[in-house]
T-cell receptor
Framework: GESVGLHLPTLSVQEGDNSIINCAYS??????FIWYKQESGKGPQFIID?????DKRQGQRVTVLLNKTVKHLSLQIAATQPGDSAVYFC???????????????FGTGTKLQVIP | DSGVTQTPKHLITATGQRVTLRCSPR?????VYWYQQSLDQGLQFLIQ???????AKGNILERFSAQQFPDLHSELNLSSLELGDSALYFC???????????FGSGTRLTVV
């Protein structure tokens, strides 16, 4: 498959353990945050989102935590599986009131390697 | 299959040439976004269209242009290609002008 990025930070996790992927965002006006998963040779896939009026949201095996004080976002994956191996991107989203366009900025990504 | 269709999947062309990348959004989605992903720069937002109108512009070069047609499909035109334009080009769509995107599988452009 194709390599998404050669210089990405890498997190190696034993199968069955929990994974925590961190992301620092830059804009205090960001009001919507999304985590994407990108497997080799594929486009980014939506995992979970959270709005700025929340600090935690849970999905199936995934939890996103938002700390607006320090502008930090994290993605927790429970019981990590080999199929979780991918690059994970956080995205911050600033909504504009007039005309309603959104400005989405993606982080550089973290590569998750699951060790069987 | 995400529902967002991009063609072609791979494209190899020479410097100075012009190419057109095509995107069909997911059924019911009115917004289309174009992103460039290169090895050293991650996902870079290029441009957004909503229901045929340009809504937002990112780091899109003047050599690049895009449009969204009445049937909502979109085309990204890249001209006077340079070696540095080699990258993955992704299209994404969403229902409105906000919210999570659905990405296509991308077009791999190689400029030689």
């Amino acid at each position: 498959g194709e390599s998404v990025g050669l210089h990405l930070p890498t997190l190696s996790v034993q199968e069955g353990d929990n994974s925590i992927i961190n992301c620092a965002y830059s804009n205090s006006a960001s009001d919507y945050f999304i985590w994407y998963k990108q497997e080799s040779g594929k486009g980014p896939q939506f995992i979970i989102d959270i709005r700025s009026n929340m600090d935690k949201r849970q999905g199936q095996r995934v939890t996103v935590l938002l700390n607006k004080t320090v502008k930090h976002l994290s993605l927790q994956i429970a019981a990590t599986q080999p199929g979780d191996s991918a690059v994970y991107f956080c995205a911050e989203n600033v909504m504009r009131n007039s005309g309603g366009y959104q400005k989405v900025t993606f982080g550089t990504g973290t590569k998750l390697q699951v060790i069987p | 299959d995400s529902g967002v269709t991009q063609t072609p999947k791979h494209l190899i062309t020479a410097t100075g040439q012009r190419v057109t990348l095509r995107c069909s959004p997911r059924s019911g989605d009115l917004s289309v976004y174009w992103y460039q992903q290169s090895l050293d720069q991650g996902l870079q937002f290029l441009i957004q269209y909503y229901n045929g109108e340009e809504r937002a512009k990112g780091n899109i070069l003047e050599r690049f242009s895009a449009q969204q047609f009445p049937d909502l499909h979109s085309e990204l035109n890249l001209s006077s290609l340079e070696l540095g334009d080699s990258a993955l080009y992704f299209c994404a769509s969403s229902v409105g002008v906000s919210g999570g995107y659905t990405f296509g599988s991308g077009t791999r452009l190689t400029v030689v």
